[in-house]
């Protein structure tokens, strides 16, 4: 299962929204975990189930989606936040989305 | 809290065997609530999932490194290794192990990652 995320590059000014997209090559219903990742780190889970926060994930982050469209949205982007977000399906296999940067605006 | 470290050589030859090792604090390598995985990361295939096992020794292998890829766990040493042969430059990358609940093959849980390098 192919999963592309867009944005590449997302900028973003500290305060406001982001809202990041991927989508899979065919259904995989709630299957979706969302990770973000630092440099010189490894990823971090945020996101399984395709909507459900892991343990301290603060509230700012939701996410949504079934089947093949799947949204993480950042409501108020702390500059911790600033940092790479992948998408991972789990019902084939495991794959990756490509990854979005965000990045300060 | 559930932790992973690896190690093993940062450099290895081509056509030689990776090995490296991934030890779990913090949790049994034999519960049965985790499966352990391998991932690994490139800058032009991002992040790419190698395998995992569970403590009964079953394993699930990528197709795409399935002949050339084995893992395997001990129990004594609360560790899970991983085994890549023949390989190329192509398999120069940041290893990193992980571990999920076996509820979901999602990684709750990560290794800071190990970076090898193929080259003679």
């Known amino acids: 299962t192919i999963m592309t995320q867009s944005p590449a590059t997302l900028s973003v000014s500290p305060g406001e929204r982001a809202t990041l997209s991927c989508r899979a090559s065919q259904s995989i219903n709630s299957k979706l975990a969302w990770y973000q990742q630092k440099p010189g780190q490894a990823p971090r889970l945020l996101i399984f189930d395709a909507s459900t926060r892991a343990t301290g994930v603060p509230a700012r982050f939701s996410a949504s989606g079934s089947g093949t469209e799947f949204t993480l949205t950042i409501s108020s982007l702390q500059s911790e936040d600033f940092a790479l977000y992948y998408c991972q399906q789990y019902i084939n296999w495991l794959s990756f989305g490509g990854g979005t940067k965000v990045e300060i605006k | 809290q559930l932790q992973l470290q690896e190690s093993g050589p940062g450099l290895v030859k081509p056509s030689e065997t990776l090995s490296l090792t991934c030890t779990v604090s913090g949790a049994s390598i034999s519960s049965s609530d985790y499966f352990w995985a391998w991932i690994r990361q490139t800058p032009e295939k991002g992040l790419e999932w190698i395998g995992h096992i569970y403590s009964s020794g079953s394993t699930f292998y990528n197709s795409s490194l399935k002949s050339r890829v084995s893992m395997s766990v001990d129990t004594p040493k609360n560790q899970f290794s991983l085994k890549l042969h023949s390989v190329t430059a192509a398999d120069t990358a940041v290893y990193f192990c992980?571990?999920?609940?076996?509820?979901?093959?999602?990684?709750?849980?990560w290794g800071q990652g190990t970076v090898v390098a193929v080259s003679s």
């Open positions: 992980a571990a999920g609940f076996y509820t979901g093959w999602f990684l709750s849980f």
